[in-house]
């Protein structure tokens, strides 16, 4: 299951989240979003959890606690929509 994690420190770093999750099952993936040119985080990342259980505990266990002093948003991630091409077509 891939998790959304919203209302991140701008500190808070891939390590991080991969830590707070491990201790409810395996992490397969831990990335915070950042801006393209600057390397800033946006406040938002994904983990994504194999073990579909040990994602929805992980989720109520850590939904609203906080991390670097801001409390964490947590909700099952969306799949992506389809954006509309851009560009110069022929």
């Given at each position: 299951m891939k998790i959304?994690?919203?209302n991140l420190a701008y500190n808070v770093t891939d390590e991080?989240?991969?830590d707070l999750f491990a201790s409810y099952g395996e992490v397969a993936s831990a990335n915070?979003?950042?801006e393209r040119p600057?390397?800033?985080?946006?406040?938002?990342?994904?983990?994504?959890m194999?073990?579909?259980s040990e994602a929805d505990k992980a989720m109520k266990g850590l939904n609203g606690t906080r991390l670097?002093?801001?409390?964490i948003k947590?909700?099952?991630a969306k799949p992506p929509s389809k954006r509309p091409v851009r560009g110069f077509r022929h």
């Open positions: 959304h994690v919203g991080d989240l991969r915070v979003i950042k600057s390397g800033q985080s946006k406040g938002f990342g994904f983990v994504e194999p073990n579909n670097k002093e801001h409390a947590l909700s099952q």
